[in-house]
């Protein structure tokens, strides 16, 4: 458990993650923009 506590402070601190209302009603929304990360895998060749 305390890697996942780890990784969600990791993306609040950077912007990825926010958690809006409260802990019990609230959601979490992923702050990440569509061109930040790439889908390209190692087999692949990149387009």
Known sequence: MSKV???ITKMKK????ERVG???KGQWNILVASNVFSLHTPNEPKS
Do not use: A, F, I, R
Request: proline content about 0%; hydrophobic content about 20%.
């Open 22 to 24: 409260s802990s019990q």
């Open 14 to 17: 950077n912007h990825v993650l």
């Open 5 to 7: 506590k780890y990784y």
